[in-house]
């Protein structure tokens, strides 16, 4: 059973930097593609943003508009995880942040079958 288990998230201050992992089990790590998607508070379950992927061997990488430049996505294949660094933190990245493993690069808009984390809270304050 594939399991996907994010970590790293917590309370820090505007402008400062913040790396999320995430670690996923019960399957070839290099079988997914990797995503970040994130959850603002107060917008409907289905509102959650699309943040970065990046493909089956880190070669290629992409990244939403929003956060392009102060966020970098990574992976580590030998450890079975994948990294989100988020650097110059602004209160409106306060968001639950998901980690998930799909199948087809990019991974923006994911597959009814990829395996979404339960989540890591980031809450940022001004």
């Known amino acids: 059973q594939v399991q996907v288990v994010e970590s790293g998230g917590g309370l820090v201050q505007a402008g400062g930097s913040l790396t999320l992992s995430c670690e996923v089990s019960?399957?070839?790590?290099?079988?997914?593609?990797m995503a970040w998607f994130r959850h603002a508070p107060g917008k409907e379950r289905d509102e959650r943003e699309f943040?970065?992927?990046?493909?089956?061997?880190?070669?290629?990488?992409y990244y939403a508009d929003t956060v392009e430049g102060r966020f970098t996505i990574s992976r580590d294949n030998a450890k079975n995880k994948v990294y989100l660094q988020i650097n110059n933190l602004k209160p409106g990245d306060t968001a639950v942040y998901y980690c998930?493993?799909?199948?087809?690069?990019?991974?923006?808009?994911?597959?009814?079958?990829?395996?979404w984390g339960r989540g890591t809270q980031v809450v940022v304050s001004s």
């Open positions: 998930v493993a799909d199948f087809v690069y990019p991974a923006h808009i994911p597959r009814r079958d990829a395996y």
């Open positions: 019960g399957r070839t790590f290099s079988d997914f593609v």
């Open positions: 943040v970065a992927t990046v493909d089956w061997f880190g070669d290629n990488v």
